[in-house]
């Protein structure tokens, strides 16, 4: 290869000696910059890189304290806790302790790339994303490079796309054929299209997929279901908006989708049963899954979803003799949401402004329970 070569996203974490979601953050911070070619693919100047390098090294490598607080500069540390050993004690993670720690907070703000980011145009044809960055976070705490996530509602593929970052293998079933189609597409373009091979995109109902996975075959749950119906309802400010940008405001409008069930009750005893009982038993033992819900309104009704799932999923029991066991829940702020004056001047109307991570652990259920 010749000094100006152009390197895709994977030769250049090879290249830096880095993971491929630390070479993302640093494109993210701007202290690499890499460019477009016409099919929207990044592209990272081989002579830049070599010249980064030689940067860095010429910075760490002496001692002088006045060099060392310019490495800092140069090389952040949240990059350079990566070069820190992790506890050999440490099945879970890649972390080490001072990381681990921090994400074990009750909550987390939610961090999108916005929507005029160039890498948001398949991202907001769905009309419920979740940002790839928050799901990435939990990936890196509930599994090790390598290992294999599953998210039954895989939607555009923000699970895939951060399972891509972090070296990670993404399985995802989607029941739409457009977005099923837009996902590939997304890792594709947003990635690389030789990132697409590594992972499933399994086309198909949930319900009817899940069931021919083998037991406790994946390393890691995670996903956003649908939130009942709710996209179904009177267009409100939002999916008006989306309505007359000719955007998608709901999820799909076949008869096997879940978010079409008319009754509350019924849709949650297929969720629970048909899909996340059928998650627990592919999952491994002592591993966890992490469900990612929002409460919402029913006309004048406030719904507690997350509190509805917890109560049908805690100590719910699994096959084998294994259960679901409640680990804590992660509020997810959503602190960039503009405020409407529901209710005003007459009652009380929430501005719901987060979401919930409910975090489950598959464990052996207790003796003479």
Not at 118 to 135: G, K, L, M, N, T
Request: one cysteine or more.
């Amino acid at each position: 290869m010749n000094s100006t070569e152009c390197l895709t996203s994977k030769q250049a974490a090879e290249m830096l000696g880095i993971s491929i979601s630390t070479l993302y953050r640093m494109t993210e911070s701007g202290i690499l910059s890499p460019f477009r070619t016409p099919g929207g693919q990044r592209r990272y100047n081989k002579e830049l890189l070599e010249k980064y390098i030689e940067d860095s090294k010429n910075i760490i490598a002496p001692q002088n304290p006045h060099l060392q607080k310019q490495a800092a500069e140069v090389v952040p540390q949240e990059y350079a806790e990566e070069r820190k050993p992790v506890d050999p004690r440490n099945k879970l993670n890649d972390l080490p302790g001072k990381e681990w720690i921090q994400e074990t907070k009750s909550y987390m703000f939610q961090k999108g790339l916005g929507a005029n980011h160039p890498e948001a145009r398949i991202e907001r044809q769905h009309p419920a994303p979740f940002s790839f960055q928050d799901i990435g976070r939990l990936i890196s705490f509930f599994t090790k490079a390598g290992q294999t996530v599953l998210d039954p509602f895989g939607g555009v593929g923000s699970t895939i796309k951060a399972c891509a970052l972090q070296g990670r293998k993404g399985v995802q079933i989607e029941l739409s054929e457009k977005w099923h189609s837009l996902a590939i597409q997304r890792i594709s373009t947003e990635i690389t299209p030789e990132e697409v091979p590594n992972h499933r995109f399994i086309l198909g109902d949930s319900i009817q997929e899940l069931p021919r996975f083998d037991s406790e075959s994946v390393d890691f749950v995670v996903t956003s279901p649908p939130y009942w119906s709710i996209l179904n309802k009177k267009l409100d400010h939002k999916t008006k908006t989306r309505a007359e940008q000719s955007l998608a405001t709901h999820y799909s409008d076949s008869e096997k989708d879940l978010g079409n069930i008319c009754d509350y009750e019924e849709f949650l005893s297929i969720l629970v049963k048909n899909v996340f009982c059928e998650c627990g038993r592919i999952l491994k033992r002592d591993k966890y899954i992490c469900i990612v819900v929002s409460d919402f309104r029913n006309n004048s009704e406030f719904v507690s979803f997350h509190s509805d799932l917890i109560s049908r999923l805690n100590h719910h029991e699994l096959t084998d003799g294994f259960e679901f066991q409640l680990q804590g829940t992660k509020v997810l702020l959503q602190n960039h949401k503009s405020l409407l004056p529901y209710g005003y001047p007459f009652t009380y109307v929430e501005n719901i402004h987060h979401q919930y991570i409910l975090i489950f652990r598959k464990v052996k259920q207790k003796q003479g329970k």
